[in-house]
């Protein structure tokens, strides 16, 4: 077993995947060890897409844990500042991670190696993953899943048509329909998960 001093600079690759949604969706991600709960929040949120208006928390072993929000119930039975490798992770451990406690999105995450550090790779950094994050507020994953259906490419097409085909056709609203569809019909890019993961404005 690796000792504390050894985890501190090794790297931990994690499997985060969103629960309750098909096509699966989830990111494959390289952070430091050293990776605090408040850090690795940013992280996710800036992996999977989210945009942390919401509140979150992890359950790591049965304990919560969460960073504090003024106006909101403390969640977190340790410090924000509490390392992940000070729970000294077993590989393939898992533990969770919920955002938004109105829609409860759950991910699961599992340790999928203990690599050691290296100085040529800048770290966090996703090196894989599927499926583009749901919408902030498009409710729980069975609400998801239901207007994901009806935001299909194809129906966009047909929407396009019809502004375009309108007597008062106007580019405005064809940019705005565009802006409104978007988030639905993107897909995953791991370029710019990873320059999201690079800006001071995701991830802290």
Known sequence: M??????????????IHLRGVSPPIWRRLRVPADTTIKRLNEVIQAAMGWEDIHLHVFTIRGQWYGVPREGALSL??????????????????????????????HHDIRLERILP?????ALPVCIAGRGACPPEDSGPPERFMRLLDDRSVYNLIELLQEEVERVDFARDDLVDLLEEWWPWIQDFDRKRVNLHLRNPMHCG
Request: glycine residues 2%.
């Open 2 to 15: 690796a000792r504390k001093h050894e985890l501190t600079s090794a790297v931990y690759q994690l499997r």
């Open 76 to 105: 977190h039975a340790g410090s924000e500042d509490l390392k992940l490798s000070a729970f000294n992770l077993q590989l393939q451990e898992r533990f969770t991670y919920e955002y938004d406690f109105y829609s409860h999105w």
């Open 117 to 121: 550090a290296s100085p040529t790779q």
